[in-house]
Nanobody, 123 residues
Framework: QLQLVESGGGLVQPGGSLGLSCVVS????????IGWFRKAPGKEREGVSC?????NYLDSVKGRFTISKDSAKNTVYLQMNSLEPEDTAIYYC???????????????????WGQGTQVTVSS
């Protein structure tokens, strides 16, 4: 059974940075597409970024967020810079066994989910 555990959330001021980590266990992360999603209060869960060979990003985070992976550590990262109050949400790591040429940011495409980590951007 694949397991994903996120960490790195917290409180940051607008314009600040945070780095999230997602440790994958139970299989190699290279066997899956890994994505980051977020859910803000009163909003639906949305895809933020995903990676197989190359990354894909939600338009509103392009140029600010960077996804990367370390296969040796079986870990996927999300570096978030220039954070805005609108980025406040619970951030989830997810895995899909569908290995597409370009990953997609659709929640229905993902099969395994972590428990989430809270990111709050506020002054």
């Amino acid at each position: 059974q694949l397991q994903l555990v996120e960490s790195g959330g917290g409180l940051v001021q607008p314009g600040g940075s945070l780095g999230l980590s997602c440790v994958v266990s139970g299989s190699s992360l290279n066997d899956y597409t890994i994505g980051w999603f977020r859910k803000a209060p009163g909003k639906e869960r949305e895809g933020v970024s995903c990676i197989t060979v190359s990354p894909n990003y939600l338009d509103s985070v392009k140029g600010r967020f960077t996804i990367s992976k370390d296969s040796a550590k079986n870990t996927v990262y999300l570096q978030m810079n220039s954070l805005e109050p609108e980025d406040t949400a619970i951030y989830y790591c997810a895995a899909s066994y569908r290995l597409r040429a370009e990953c997609i940011l659709s929640t229905s495409d993902y099969d395994y989910w972590g428990q989430g980590t809270q990111v709050t951007v506020s002054s």
